[in-house]
């Protein structure tokens, strides 16, 4: 454990833990840093509470276990493909927000994968095609992503 002058922040720091004026302190996968304890109690009200990381998406892509987005912004001026981690691999509760950001899935669809033998809503994939649309797809800790 390092005494830090300053709260650190960014990449570099990634996956550090550090204390700074007696609290404790964790820099996440996305290099942002989280007040963990205040004044000797765990903090209960942090900062970016209701802040997603957002991960801008013009490409198919994987998502890796160790992402640290939240909220994918699809751009849909062509057809794009998603594959969700194993739900296993990912904590229980673990939730997507996948966003159509052009207004284009219905002529540019965007399909959702699960990964290995993963369902989601029991099915190997899905496919949004209504403009502008937003999924929320969650995991079950197990095999199972469900949509909301």
Do not use: C, H
């Not at 942090?46 to 909220?71: C, H, L, Q």
């Not at 981690?85 to 284009?104: E, F, N, Q, W």
Request: aromatic share 8%; proline share 2%; hydrophobic share 40%.
């Amino acid at each position: 454990m390092t005494l830090q002058a300053s709260p650190l922040s960014g990449a570099s720091y990634a996956n550090s833990v550090y204390s700074n004026n007696g609290d404790l302190y964790f820099v996440n996968s996305g290099g942002t840093g989280v007040q963990i304890t205040s004044g000797g109690a765990l903090n209960s009200t942090p900062t970016t509470f209701t802040a997603y990381t957002v991960e801008e998406v013009a490409t198919n892509i994987t998502i890796g276990v160790s992402d640290a987005f939240v909220f994918l912004n699809v751009d849909t001026t062509a057809s794009r493909a998603i594959t969700l981690p194993l739900s296993a691999a990912v904590a229980t509760g673990r939730t997507y927000i996948i966003k159509d950001k052009s207004g284009s899935s219905r002529q540019f669809n965007i399909t959702l994968n699960a990964a290995g033998s993963d369902t989601i809503d029991g099915s190997a994939s899905v496919t949004l095609d209504s403009d502008y649309g937003v999924w929320v797809v969650t995991a079950d800790g197990g095999t199972a992503w469900s949509l909301n």
